[in-house]
């Protein structure tokens, strides 16, 4: 695995290469993509029916076949292998007590002169998930993303996947049953994404789609962003560790391929002051690679976009992480907790040598859908709030708008707005 | 005005032209948006400058001068009316009263078993706010976008705002001085938003883009998503109104104008039970209309977009304007607050005959930047929060990772993710 040092001469290009690992080609697909999207919006089920055809092999012949049933979800979760099914529950609960910490409650305020304001907090009416198909199939991402709906207190909460050969993944059919999901359709790629947006004969308009997919889905998200809301625009999987002496290189090692199996394209980064620990790590890394399942395509991602960063001190390898902003961070020193004040930007933080990412995965509880290529810097992890919106509340007295009112009208007539003036001094002359 | 009853024939076709009411055509101009865009990112500064030139009118001789300096923010503040100076500062006082109710916390939650998970919140780094110029350049659509950024507590605020001749908005700089707003620069249109988005040899690339704008505007942010998070992407301005017989028909005249003097596109909607009230208000429309500056534009607006509708009872009127979903919605009822819990969707609800929406716009204290068009299903109103991003914090002890290791490495495995499954094993044997 590659190591370099910021007092390499070339760092800061090596750097510069780091920062821009997740650009992806969402302005290349965009044409075929909006066709998609445009076929969608004109001819709704037909279209679905022939890209279906096209991509994922399969004839769709009648309308009913595009969704899947109740009592088919309702099977597989019964036929399930029974400590599969106790995973996806233990699963299933920690991520429901988590994300019900962070419901946020409507609240209202007072003032002497009688005016209220507060803020009301409703769910979305409809919430869309995508959930990809074929390899990528990951029960763990209906459970990320449904949960949060759920929890948010959506009545109505659909999700599309693909089935290529017309072949449903059975597990990801029970955890559907366990999420109480309304319905499941077999749609998958950017049809799946304009179909929910725009709604087609079947499938009905949703107000939020969440959910990760390939640059095909991202774009048409993106395209669909504004008629209605999104989560993000998720790119390849990647994770920065933070090491001090006191980590332990097989524990980096293995943690850094945890997010390399994922994917070519994922990017692995180890920052550490300590010399000896990178090389140590670099020689477990490859003692790992050899063993595993998907070597191919963790051995392309290390090679290609792994880097172990050596530093002079903590403060240079935050700042450097801080810059990064990783999707998921672990942290695995001495004390990791008292770095939590000075990291910025992350998806998530793992402290502490027996959290490694994955269990943040699946079972730790909090969201698994996290913002990539430094988007932390503005995004945050799926929450039950990209399921809700807020409204405003106001209410004046007589006492309030005769007291503000006419700073409020001077503002109104400063900006030419002469009606929005009288609004408010037709009541006050009404006294 | 017109006015259409629930119970006319072609009464649904007539609600279904108001739901459509804002359909823009951002993809009708993303071509030029997206050459202006890149433009921007192949010759920065440059480009700029001659979009300056051929929009704006005027020619920038050096870098420097795209930049106002603090000392004329200052300088405007200063100089500007002694009463519009206090109204300014009340605005801003109870906006950023309103505002710091909204600022999360971060939070940490602990298990018996040594879990420890929680939610850290951080400000974004930078935040770019975009203030139209010319006819529309508002001091208090400055106040309304930066005070929720500086509660959230970003170290820098800059604003782009255009300036045709080289004439800058006093007032506007005036209120910029006031939320100490790091930086103006002259520059306007998609050119801004890419700027802001991307990064020049002068402006900083943001991480944040708020603010109100053409379809020009509009289309950039939506281009420019996933480069940086943005609001929302906002259409023409609208108010709906329930009223029943208890409401005054001028009050809800004046306040159906206050919309309708903003754009021709604006929509102006009452809904109410009582025919006699709609008649009523239709007259009081035409008799504050002849009086008003910005006629030409209500009319029109009120003309093509206004209506009024005639429903059986309150339920129906309820029903319809949470499918018009309304960016303001104005509750004129004997007691409004009894329906707060019926009203699904809105971006800001005005309670009573003595809170008029232009109290809104400008002194009381919640944002003035709404969802539009439908859109208060999904989008919020502008808040602290979208200067803000959220890390997930996790930490297993020992024990925890005995316990919820094994399930984890379960569902691993069954994803086929091995190296997963390996990371959390790995611990599970070293003990």
Redesign the interface.
């Given at each position: 695995m590659k190591i370099i040092n910021t007092k390499d001469t070339n760092f800061k290009s090596e750097f510069e290469s780091i920062l821009a690992r997740a650009k992806s080609d969402?302005?290349g697909v965009s044409k075929i993509v909006?066709n998609i999207i445009d076929e969608i919006v004109e001819s709704g089920n037909e279209a679905l029916k022939s890209h279906i055809e096209k991509f994922d092999k399969w004839t769709v012949a009648k309308d009913e076949d595009l969704l899947i049933s109740q009592n088919d979800m309702k099977k597989a979760y019964e036929n399930i292998d029974e400590?599969?099914r106790?995973?996806?529950h233990?699963?299933y609960d920690?991520i429901k007590v988590?994300h019900e910490?962070?419901l946020?409650k409507s609240?209202i305020?007072f003032e002497e002169n009688g005016?209220?304001?507060g803020?009301?907090v409703?769910p979305?009416?409809r919430a869309g998930l995508y959930i990809p198909g074929g390899?990528a199939a990951?029960?763990?991402s209906l459970l990320m993303n449904a949960i949060p709906a759920l929890v948010a207190g959506v009545k109505e909460i659909v999700v599309c996947t693909p089935t290529p050969n017309n072949e449903v993944n059975e597990?990801l059919l029970a955890a559907c049953h366990l999420c109480g999901v309304s319905k499941v359709y077999k749609v998958g790629g950017a049809s799946a994404i304009a179909a929910m947006a725009y709604g087609t004969q079947t499938i009905q308009k949703v107000?939020?789609i969440t959910g990760p997919g390939n640059i095909f889905v991202a774009t048409a998200k993106?395209l669909v962003?504004?008629e209605?809301?999104i989560d993000?625009?998720a790119g390849p999987s990647e994770i920065g560790i933070l090491a001090d002496e006191s980590a332990k290189p097989?524990?980096l090692a293995?943690?850094l391929?945890?997010q390399?199996?994922?994917d070519e394209m994922a990017s692995s980064i180890l920052i550490t002051t300590d010399e000896d620990l990178a090389n140590k790590t670099s020689i477990e890394v490859e003692n790992?690679l050899a063993k595993?399942?998907?070597e191919a395509i963790?051995r392309k991602s290390i090679e290609e976009r792994g880097v172990i960063i050596v530093t002079s001190n903590m403060e240079e390898s935050i700042e450097l992480m801080n810059e990064i902003a990783p999707e998921h961070?672990e942290v695995m020193t001495k004390n990791?907790?008292e770095l939590?004040p000075y990291?910025?930007?992350?998806?998530?933080?793992?402290?502490?040598?027996?959290?490694?990412?994955?269990?943040?995965?699946?079972?730790?509880?909090?969201?698994h859908t996290?913002?990539t290529g430094g988007?932390?810097?503005?995004?945050?992890?799926l929450?039950v709030?990209n399921f809700m919106?807020?409204?405003?509340?106001?209410?004046?007295?007589?006492n309030?708008?005769s007291k503000?009112?006419e700073?409020?009208?001077?503002?109104?007539d400063?900006?030419?707005?002469?009606?929005?003036?009288?609004?408010?001094r037709?009541?006050l002359e009404d006294k």
């Open positions: 969402i302005k909006s400590n599969l106790n995973a996806l233990t699963a920690r988590y910490k962070q946020p609240w305020d005016t209220i304001l803020q009301k409703t979305v009416d390899k990951y029960p763990s597990l107000d939020v993106k962003f504004g209605v809301n993000m625009i097989h524990y293995i943690d391929l945890s390399a199996e994922h790992y595993l399942e998907r963790a961070l990791p907790f939590l990291i910025k930007h992350a998806g998530a933080i793992f402290l502490g040598e027996n959290t490694p990412e994955p269990i943040g995965d699946y079972i730790a509880g909090p969201n996290l913002p988007t932390a810097k503005f995004y945050s992890p929450n709030e919106k807020k409204s405003s509340i106001i209410s004046f007295s007589k309030a708008i503000l009112g700073p409020c009208a001077l503002l109104a400063t900006e030419g707005l002469t009606a929005h003036a009288k609004s408010v037709v009541r």
